[in-house]
Structure formats: structure tokens, C-alpha cells
């Protein structure tokens, strides 16, 4: 099971410049009502396809809506190699800004 990360850590650390990796994988009428800052957007659905984007020696923050589909998403991440963070609640929790 993916090790989890709050919303609050996560805008802490955006706050404070580090430098972080955060997978949208909600839809994309969800994420045009707002993502997190930098969110590199993948659907679930074309996580598999895409890895190829993403880098085996970072970490990756993984949001949704509301944390079911980030969980699912670590799971396919952390099968192929990954290494995630699920943050908890999805976009639903967050109260940092947005883009």
C-alpha cells in the first residue's frame, strides 16, 4: 500500500519551493475546475500508457477527486517500479491554489 501525505504537507512543501511531483489522474472536466500548481495531468485510465513521461528516480504525489482513484493509480505505479505518496482525500481536501 502506497505511503500517504496530507494536503496540508503537500501545499507546505509547494510553499516552501520544493520542488515536487504531483499525477492528476482525474478526468479532465475535474481538472479544469483547478489542479495543483505544476500537476502533471494523466487520466487513470491512460496511467499504464504513459509511464514514459515519468522518471523511476522520483517520487510522484498522486491526487484524484477524493483519494479513490489516487490509490488505485499508486498501485499501478508502485507494480511497475514507482515510487508514490497517495494524497489523502484528493482535490476534495485541498485548500491550497490552484491553477
Given at each position: 500500500?502506497?505511503?500517504?501525505?496530507?494536503?496540508?504537507?503537500?501545499?507546505?512543501?509547494?510553499?516552501?519551493?520544493?520542488?515536487?511531483?504531483?499525477?492528476?489522474?482525474?478526468?479532465?472536466?475535474?481538472?479544469?475546475?483547478?489542479?495543483?500548481?505544476?500537476?502533471?495531468?494523466?487520466?487513470?485510465?491512460?496511467?499504464?500508457?504513459?509511464?514514459?513521461?515519468?522518471?523511476?528516480?522520483?517520487?510522484?504525489?498522486?491526487?484524484?477527486?477524493?483519494?479513490?482513484?489516487?490509490?488505485?493509480?499508486c498501485g499501478i505505479l508502485e507494480a511497475l517500479g514507482y515510487k508514490t505518496l497517495d494524497m489523502i482525500g484528493g482535490m476534495n481536501n485541498w485548500r491550497g491554489e490552484k491553477e
Amino acid at each position: 500500500m502506497a505511503k500517504q501525505v496530507t494536503p496540508e504537507e503537500v501545499a507546505r512543501r509547494l510553499q516552501y519551493g520544493e520542488e515536487i511531483f504531483v499525477i492528476d489522474v482525474r478526468q479532465g472536466s475535474e481538472v479544469a475546475t483547478g489542479k495543483i500548481p505544476g500537476a502533471k495531468h494523466i487520466p487513470l485510465g491512460h496511467l499504464a500508457l504513459r509511464t514514459n513521461e515519468l522518471d523511476k528516480d522520483k517520487t510522484y504525489i498522486v491526487t484524484c477527486q477524493s483519494g479513490n482513484r489516487s490509490k488505485a493509480a499508486c498501485g499501478i505505479l508502485e507494480a511497475l517500479g514507482y515510487k508514490t505518496l497517495d494524497m489523502i482525500g484528493g482535490m476534495n481536501n485541498w485548500r491550497g491554489e490552484k491553477e
